[in-house]
């Protein structure tokens, strides 16, 4: 741990130089702690917003998946997940009952969230904010500042399995529609998990 080290170094140069060197005193409850949390205290974070049209299906499935990869991985501390959509339609509404039918089956629980809006200062607070079809897209490019475009993207973009640039809105369909757009989701959350940890580890590593 480089906390430790550098304590070490300092005590055994400062012995040696006949100055005055922290000792076990001088080491605080709060220093040990920031030396057992180096490796995430130094690790890149990752903030993503994932966006749809009402914040109801597709980008709460894709918050759910995400943050359950995210936990199961252990980089909560360095990873930050949200959902948000380009309408209004359905402030505070729980997520469709067939969104979280969907996820449930595969283990995933979006009971608690609630649909938002995407507001200004998610452009600042967010690296990345992903759309799930090119409506979505061109509506953030709308509402976005434009040093915040390169911000934007499809969430697809990520995926490995499939091809498809984008997710359709199974709000209109049957449940067929959302376990497809869970397919696509998790294929393009594995793809993003991967970023993320390539993030962390390469700046923890620094």
């Known amino acids: 741990m480089w906390f ?3 304590l070490e170094r300092l005590h055994r140069t400062g012995s040696k130089a006949g100055i005055a ?8 409850q709060a220093d040990t702690n920031m030396a057992k949390r180096e490796p995430i ?13 009402g914040n109801i ?15 199961q991985a252990g980089l909560d501390e360095v990873v930050r997940v949200a959902s948000a959509g380009t309408h209004a339609f359905h402030l505070g509404e729980a997520p469709d009952k067939r969104a979280q039918a969907a996820v449930a089956k595969r283990g995933y629980d979006i009971s608690d969230l609630r649909a938002t809006r995407v507001k200004e200062r998610d452009f600042d607070e967010f690296d990345m904010v992903l759309a799930m079809d090119w409506d979505n897209l061109a509506q953030l490019q709308q509402l976005a500042p434009k040093p915040s475009h390169h911000k934007l993207q499809l969430l697809m ?16 369909g049957n449940v067929q529609g959302f376990e497809q757009a869970l397919d696509y989701i998790e294929d393009a959350c594995n793809g993003l998990l991967e970023l993320a940890k390539r993030r962390a580890t390469q700046v923890a590593a620094a």
């Open 157 to 172: 973009r990520f995926a490995t399995e499939h091809e498809t640039a984008t997710i359709a809105d199974p709000y209109y």
């Open 21 to 28: 060197t922290p000792d076990k005193d001088f080491v605080t």
């Open 41 to 53: 205290s130094l690790a890149m974070n990752t903030r993503v917003l994932f966006v749809c049209m």
């Open 4 to 6: 430790r080290s550098w």
């Open 57 to 71: 299906c597709r980008s709460p499935m894709a918050e759910g998946v995400f943050r359950h990869m995210v936990r």
